[in-house]
C-alpha cells in the first residue's frame, strides 16, 4: 500500500506544489513539484527517487542518509544557499548516487566511511559550488557516471581518504586541482588558468595498473627511467580555445625511488605520443617543498602522462631535444625528423647534408606548416628536390634564437642522423 505523505523527514521549512507520494517502508519518492525553501532543512533516512515527472528544486539544506536515485529534475535554484550532504547511514554498503538524468548541486558534502569506498556514482552530476571530501571515496563507475565541476567550483578537504576515483570533468576558465586518486592514494593533477569558459577538460589517476604499461614501454632517446607505477590521463575538448600547463606530484608511495633521486635536475613529465608509439619529453620544473612538478610551457599533447627520468645531456636551452633516426615508414615511429619543441622558436633553420658535404634539405621555421625533413630531398638550393634519398648516415644543422633574462642569442647544433629509407 502507497501513502501520500512524507515519512521521517525533518525540517524547518519547506514547500510542496504538487505532493509527493511515499512509501511507508523504505523509500521516499517525489513525483511532482518539490521545492526546498532558503533557511529550510530536509533530511531522509530512506532511499530517496525523484521519479520521472518528479520536478525537485533545492534552495535550502538537504540531508540524504540512504542512496539517491534521480530520474528528471533536480537543481539547486540559482541561489548559494543550496547544500547537499551525502552522509550515509547504512550498514557495510556504500551510498548509491543513481538516475536516467543530470542531478545539479551548488554545494555538496561526501561523508561516509564505508571501507575507504563510500559512493558509487553511476549517473552524471554537476558542482557549481563546492565540493567538500569529508570521508570516503566516491567512486565513479565508467561509461556511466561523471562529476564535472562548473566554472569558479572548488574542492575542500580533498585526501586519502576522500578523492574521487574515475573520471573528473572540469569546466571553465580558472585554474583547477583534480581531486583524483585510486586504490587509497589522492594524486591531483592541477591545469593552469585557460582564456574561455567554454573550456572542458577530463582527468583520472591509475595506480598499479601493469597492462596498461605492456604495450607502452618504448620511450624517446632523452627519458631513461619511466614511472611504469602510475599514470594519469588528461583529455580535452576538441573546441577548446588554448592549451595547458601541467602539474602533478611524486609521492615515496607510489612513485618508484629511483626516480627520486636528484629530482631537482632529472625528473619530467612524459606523455605518451600515439602517433610515434613512445614516451615524449614535456620537459619539466620542479618544485621540491610542494613535491610537484610543472611543465614550463603548454603541453603539446593530452592523452596519457606520467614522470620519468631524462639524460639532461641531451636537452639544449628551451628544452629542445634532436631525436637522430629517420625511418619514414608510415608506420607513426620516426617518420620525419623530430626536434621537440623547436616550434617555440620560430626564428630557426635546419640543414641536412649527405656524407659528402652535398645539402639534401634545408628550411626555416622547421616543423611550423608540415615543413619537415621526411627523407626526401627539398630545398631552395638542393639537388634532385623530390627525389628519395637512399638509406644513410647524414648531417645535420640546427640553429634558433633563444631569449632569455640575458636577452637574445642564436644557438647552434650539429649532429649525425641515421635515415632508413629502404632504397
Known sequence: MRTRYLHTICFSLFYITTFSQVDIAKDFINQGDFIVLEGSIVSSDYFFTNASTGNFENRGTLYYYNDFKNDNLFYPGGTKSSKVYFNSSKDNAPQLIEGLKLSEFYDIEFNNSFLNHGFNLSNEITVKGNSSFVNGVVNVLDNEGMITFLPKSTTTQ????????????????????????????????????LSSEKDLYVGKYQYETPDFFTNRLAKSGVITNLDTKEYWEIKRSDFNSGDIMLTLSWDERTTPKELLVNPEKKLHIVRWDAKQQLWVDEGGVVDLEKKEITTPTSVKGYGFFTLATVNTDLILDGDIVIYNLVSPDGDGKNDYFIIDNINRFPNNTVEIYNRWGVKVYDTKSYDSAGNVFRGYSDGRVTINKGEKLPTGTYFYIVSYEYKDANGSRMIKKSGYLHLESNK
Open 158 to 193: 580533498v585526501s586519502d581518504v576522500s578523492h574521487v576515483d574515475g573520471y573528473v570533468e572540469k569546466k571553465g576558465s580558472d585554474s583547477f586541482i583534480f581531486p583524483i586518486g585510486h586504490k587509497g592514494y589522492y594524486r591531483p593533477a592541477i591545469i593552469s588558468a
